[in-house]
């Protein structure tokens, strides 16, 4: 029952992760813990498998084994090996909120009620409560002037930050970011950087997988280092980019203009 | 009197093939739009026991003359104990026939519809039902929407061909007229304006939806 005990007071437990495509491994044997406010970033070079990992956690990618629990409730199979059914597995999922590197807002639907619909069709809100959070949702990542636009005359980085509200709208657990500036024009990152770094000062639960370097600097908990589907390094932040303990991290920074302390 | 007086004499018949065409265009593409969702619906699932009857249905359909569908339905059915009226067979004829062609335009948006949106939706804790119906189904109209106009106009000059079984609507009308005065050419005449004053206002309405979704960013109006 340890495994239970020390999954409840953890906003994202993950145990023995393995995942291949095909024959390829992606993920060996992943454990990661995020505490409840803590906010880890996952770093690593492209095809790491820093995505996949991330991918896993709400199920969007299957591992082959291990173990993933979301503030103590175990996601997709149950523990005697049963797949979840899909509504169950809807319900655990719904405790995390994700923010994709290409936005994937609902083009159909204005922002307001981008933000409203799963809180809404999903949670079972009422439209009036729903649109109340909303409202002081887009209030908080600056959107709130944009409610009845829609998404096709937003730019990128309008585009994330109202599909970062859309997620805090599910009052998840656990935030998880993949990649979520890759795909902006250069000067709009600093917008939406600026939403999740207040997000972190307000105590949000979040794993992000970013390429920012200075960024995850100041915002970090727990920096953890991937490398062909192994983690080879976890630290604090200031021990991490400063004096990193193997060579591969190293050369990495060294390759990604390691930021000077914030 | 010239023949056209005879025709102004004769306008109840139009008039009242006129309305008749309107009903059974107006349900059959009300049935044909169910039927293309629900085959919508039905294709997303991933066993091929259902969905290659289906496939098999779609083409079956797309390959067939409407004209012999609803022979078949009308002639046909009653050997096997069902027996619809010539409306009614021809109203499910129509419904079947371009519910399948519905359902053929839907499918090749829904091939190009964007995975992010499907991760996205899945991540929020959607289930299939509810995001088929309000995330994928909207969108999947939105991006269809002039190939559904012109669907449409071919299921409105289908309902022509339902005079061969009988039922009387607005060629049924012309063609009894022409017969009993020998004016074929003006009688014809006259139903033409009715069939492109239905798909005028129908290509105008549907225009009119091309703003809707416009505004979202599906195309240009």
Redesign the interface.
């Known amino acids: 029952m340890s495994e239970a005990n020390t999954s409840e007071t953890a906003a994202v437990s993950i145990r023995h992760l393995s995942k291949s495509f095909d024959d390829v491994e992606v993920l060996r044997d992943v454990e990661l813990e995020v505490k409840t406010g803590e906010v880890v970033t996952i770093i690593g070079s492209s095809g790491s498998g820093k995505s996949t990992l991330l991918r896993c956690i709400n199920w969007l990618e299957k591992p082959d084994r291990g173990s993933i629990h979301i503030a103590g409730q175990r996601i997709g199979v149950h523990d005697d090996g049963r797949p979840m059914p899909v509504r169950e597995l809807a319900k655990v999922r719904a405790k995390t909120g994700m923010v994709f590197q290409g936005f994937n807002l609902w083009p159909h639907l204005n922002v307001l009620h981008n933000v409203t619909e799963a809180p809404i069709h999903v949670q079972g809100k009422s439209k009036r409560e729903a649109e109340e959070l909303a409202t002081a949702l887009l209030e908080k990542v600056g959107m709130s002037h944009k409610h009845d636009s829609y998404p096709n005359t937003l730019s990128g980085g309008q585009k994330q930050r109202v599909a970062i509200a859309r997620a805090l709208a599910m009052q998840p657990a656990v935030m998880l970011f993949d990649e979520p500036t890759s795909a902006l024009d250069p000067e709009l990152v600093g917008e939406v950087l600026a939403v999740i770094k207040d997000l972190s000062a307000e105590g949000y639960t979040m794993v992000m997988v970013t390429h920012e370097m200075a960024f995850a600097r100041a915002v970090s908990d727990q920096v953890v280092f991937l490398e062909k589907g192994l983690i080879i390094e976890r630290a604090d932040p200031e021990t991490f980019f400063t004096s990193p303990k193997t060579d591969r991290v190293r050369k990495f920074l060294e390759n990604h203009d390691n930021p000077s302390p914030a | 009197m010239s023949n056209w007086d005879i025709l102004w004499d004769e306008r109840a018949q139009f008039w009242s093939g006129f309305l008749s065409t309107l009903e059974i265009f107006g349900l059959s593409i009300v049935g044909a739009f169910v039927i293309g969702c629900s085959l919508l619906y039905l294709l997303e699932g991933s066993r091929k026991r259902l969905t290659m009857p289906l496939r098999i249905f779609i083409d079956a359909m797309r390959m067939l003359p409407f004209l012999i569908l609803a022979y078949l339905l009308y002639y046909g059915l009653p050997s096997v104990g069902i027996r619809l009226d010539a409306w009614w067979s021809g109203v499910g004829a129509l419904a079947v026939y371009h519910g399948a062609y519905f359902a053929e335009i839907f499918r090749g948006s829904r091939l190009t519809f964007?995975p992010?949106?499907i991760?996205?939706?899945?991540?929020?804790?959607?289930?299939?039902g509810?995001m088929f119906f309000?995330?994928i189904l909207?969108?999947v109209i939105?991006q269809t929407r002039p190939l559904l106009g012109n669907q449409l106009i071919y299921a409105l000059k289908d309902t022509a061909f339902l005079v061969i079984i009988t039922v009387s609507e607005l060629t049924a009308a012309a063609n009894s007229l022409s017969s009993t005065y020998f004016i074929p050419t003006e009688a014809f005449i006259v139903v033409i304006g009715f069939y492109w004053a239905i798909s005028v206002t129908m290509e105008i309405i549907i225009k009119q939806c091309g703003r809707f979704?416009a505004?979202?960013?599906?195309d240009n109006v």
């Open positions: 964007p992010g949106q991760e996205a939706a899945k991540a929020h804790g959607f289930t299939k509810k309000r995330l909207p969108q939105m979704s505004k979202r960013g599906f």
